[in-house]
Structure formats: structure tokens, C-alpha cells
Nanobody, 121 residues
Framework: QVQLVESGGGLVQAGGSLRLSCAAS????????LAWHRQAPGKQRELVAT????????NYKDSVKGRFTISRDNAKNTVYLQMNSLKPEDTAVYYC??????????????WGQGTQVTVSL
């Protein structure tokens, strides 16, 4: 089993920055790609950013391109989401997720509990 624990959420004013972290533990050898998702109140959960095992390939939701950066430190078993120029519409619960090696890509077998990000005007 894999455990994912997010941290770094909070309240920030529009234009500000936050850095989310997600620490993995347990059977980390079974982790493949990592991702951040978010879910705003009354909306469906959406994929925000993904990063491959080696960290060489990243992808972003269009609305966060140029503002958010996903990265991973495999030595620390941690994935990050640096969020700059935050907007009120970025307000959501942010979830870390991991693909399982050998599983179907982007099905995310493992999930964290989420961390709240609130952006005020």
C-alpha cells in the first residue's frame, strides 16, 4: 500500500503564492506517475498537473499553465506544486494522486486526503 499526505494549503490573497507538498510512504516502489487534482465546491474534481516517474515530462491544465509548476524529489519521495499568481478561481481542495506501476495510466490508484487552498480577493 501507498500513503500520500499533502501539506502546504492555506489562505492567500489573489496574486500570492503557495507551495503544496505531497509525501509518499509505504510501497513507494509501486508508484509511477504523480499528479495533482483539485475539486472546488459544487464542481467535479479536475486534473491540474502531472509528472512522470523521472520528472522529465510534465503536463498542465490550460488555466494554470505559466502559473503552476509540478516537480518531484524521488530521494525524498515527495511531489510539489508551486502555485504563483493565484486567482480566486483556484480555490479548491487539492489532492495528490499516484499511478500504480503496471496499472492503467492516469487511473490513479492512490490518493491523499487533500489540502484546502483558498484564494481571497
Amino acid at each position: 500500500q501507498v500513503q500520500l499526505v499533502e501539506s502546504g494549503g492555506g489562505l492567500v490573497q489573489a496574486g500570492g503564492s503557495l507551495r503544496l507538498s505531497c509525501a509518499a510512504s509505504g510501497s513507494i516502489f509501486s508508484i509511477n506517475a504523480l499528479a495533482w487534482h483539485r475539486q472546488a465546491p459544487g464542481k467535479q474534481r479536475e486534473l491540474v498537473a502531472t509528472i512522470t516517474t523521472g520528472g522529465t515530462i510534465t503536463n498542465y491544465k490550460d488555466s494554470v499553465k505559466g502559473r503552476f509548476t509540478i516537480s518531484r524529489d524521488n530521494a525524498k519521495n515527495t511531489v510539489y506544486l508551486q502555485m504563483n499568481s493565484l486567482k480566486p478561481e483556484d480555490t479548491a481542495v487539492y489532492y495528490c494522486a499516484a499511478d500504480r506501476k503496471g496499472g492503467v495510466p492516469k487511473t490513479y490508484a492512490y490518493w491523499g486526503q487533500g489540502t484546502q487552498v483558498t484564494v481571497s480577493l
